[in-house]
């Protein structure tokens, strides 16, 4: 019989960080390895609110540069959280309660840290693999015993700019499926690493 690592908690929910996440649209790669910024998707705002409503995430940072799509993204909440939608589905409401809007990836740090008094490690997502990437069980160690702010980034697009990557306190191993093929959405894979670092230890 294996016996359980007694420095962890099983219970979901229970993790001692604090966690935000964050979805960037710039600096991304496009499928020719250029830098672009990409454009929202109104699933992926939807979604990952309730991804981040059912893990209890701090916050979830939509990241854009551009004032139309800021615009669009406000459309899309007033219409969940003031309009019709709001009263039909209050589940929703409350999802996009997590959700905010802001210009770059500094202005989310800084957010973070005026709120919780720390500046957040960052951790970031990729489908590439990186010499220094992190397993999913030591992270999940560190964001279940450690007081800190933790901060995960999600690309859009062909993946993050690799210096952004490679900027971030840790470099999370990819999603591994059929070795094969890895393109998943964003909204799947924010789904499944939200699981694997911040729900129930299934494994020992």
């Known amino acids: 019989m294996t016996t359980p690592n007694k420095s962890i908690s099983p219970v979901p929910g229970t993790y001692k960080g604090k966690v935000y996440i964050a979805l960037l649209h710039y600096p991304m790669y496009n499928k020719r390895q250029?830098?672009?910024?990409?454009s929202v998707?109104?699933?992926?705002?939807h979604d990952i609110s309730r991804v981040a409503r059912t893990y209890n995430v701090e916050g979830f940072f939509v990241v854009h540069p551009?004032?139309?799509q800021h615009r669009l993204i406000k459309e899309i909440v007033s219409y969940w959280q003031?309009?019709?939608?709001?009263?039909?589905?209050?589940?929703?409401k409350e999802a996009f309660n997590r959700l905010r809007t802001v210009e770059n990836l500094q202005e989310v740090l800084n957010t973070i840290q005026d709120e919780t008094g720390q500046k957040p490690d960052t951790i970031a997502t990729d489908a590439?693999?990186?010499?220094n990437t992190i397993s999913y069980r030591d992270m999940k160690d560190k964001i279940f015993n450690n007081e800190q702010v933790f901060l995960i980034l999600f690309g859009t697009g062909w993946g993050m700019d690799r210096s952004l990557i490679e900027s971030c306190t840790y470099i999370l191993e990819p999603v591994q499926g059929d070795a094969s093929y890895n393109h998943l959405s964003v909204r799947s894979a924010v789904s499944i690493i939200t699981d694997r670092l911040l729900g129930?230890?299934?494994f020992n």
Do not use: A, F, M
Not at 41 to 45: E, I, W, Y
């Open 34 to 38: 250029d830098i672009i910024t990409t």
């Open 41 to 45: 998707t109104n699933l992926d705002l």
């Open 66 to 68: 551009s004032p139309s």
């Open 82 to 92: 003031e309009g019709y939608g709001g009263s039909y589905n209050p589940d929703r």
């Open 128 to 131: 590439r693999v990186y010499p």
């Open 200 to 202: 129930e230890y299934w």
